[in-house]
């Protein structure tokens, strides 16, 4: 069954802090991956893609992932977070439809 | 990036009553839209894959009868929750494939469904 898992259910980092929050999905195939983000009150917004191509992939933000497919993983990076990164952070893999993970709430304290 | 609209961004309803969702791509044609659930504090639920033109494909467990699904156009697509009662509260999120750009999919800012 497709499946996608989200490991970290909550951060809490300290601003300048790195970010790393994993993503591990169960596809059959070829598949898209994305990272979105869901500030507080607003709707879900798109952070970065993979499609095909070049691994590790840059996003807005000063954000990145890297596809590592005998991984199964799209782990999403951020090598210095900042306060106005506190969010909720969804990862979703498919092809024709796509699939959420339980979504990753970071909390950075200023 | 490509906007998705929906609309009512909230709205409340009596049980029993019907309430239908609307989700407008603005400035490009999907092809392919999305439905899901967003239960407080949880992840989005699939609910269906509506394609312009045909029937939706409804997730396991997600009832057809009660959330009707239209997508008539390129640039709409429908939900309609009929029927509802309390348990149907929740937040709904509509979002669409723009073929264009790489199959990249675009989220509206979701509806708070009521029902009281």
């Known amino acids: 069954a497709q499946s996608v898992s989200q490991h970290n259910h909550h951060v809490i980092l300290s601003e300048a802090a790195s970010l790393e929050l994993g993503c591990n999905y169960s596809?059959?195939?070829?598949?898209?991956l994305f990272w979105y983000v869901q500030y507080p009150g607003q709707h879900l917004q798109l952070l970065l893609k993979?499609?095909?191509?070049?691994?590790l992939v840059k996003g807005i933000k000063g954000f990145e992932a890297e596809f590592i497919k005998s991984k199964f993983s799209f782990n999403l990076r951020k090598p210095s977070v900042q306060w106005s990164d506190t969010a909720e952070y969804f990862c979703?893999?498919?092809?024709?439809?796509?699939?959420f993970g339980t979504g990753t709430r970071l909390k950075v304290l200023a | 990036g490509a906007v998705v609209s929906q609309h009512p961004s909230r709205v409340i309803c009596k049980s029993g009553t019907s309430v239908k969702i609307e989700c407008r791509s603005l400035?490009?044609?999907?092809?392919?839209m999305f439905w899901y659930r967003q239960f407080p504090k949880q992840s989005l639920m699939l609910m269906a894959t509506?394609?312009?033109?045909?029937?939706?494909?409804?997730e396991q467990g997600v009832e057809k009868d009660k959330f009707l699904i239209n997508h008539a156009s390129l640039t709409l697509s429908t939900l309609t929750v009929t029927s509802a009662h309390p348990e149907d509260s929740s937040f709904y999120i509509c979002?669409?494939?723009?073929?264009?750009?790489?199959?990249?999919?675009?989220f509206g800012e979701g509806s708070w469904l009521t029902v009281v």
């Open positions: 509506s394609n312009e033109g045909s029937k939706a494909t409804y």
């Open positions: 993979y499609f095909s191509g070049d691994p």
């Open positions: 979703a893999a498919g092809t024709y439809k796509y699939i």
């Open positions: 596809y059959g195939g070829t598949v898209n």
């Open positions: 979002s669409a494939r723009d073929r264009l750009s790489g199959n990249t999919i675009y």
């Open positions: 400035d490009f044609q999907a092809t392919t």
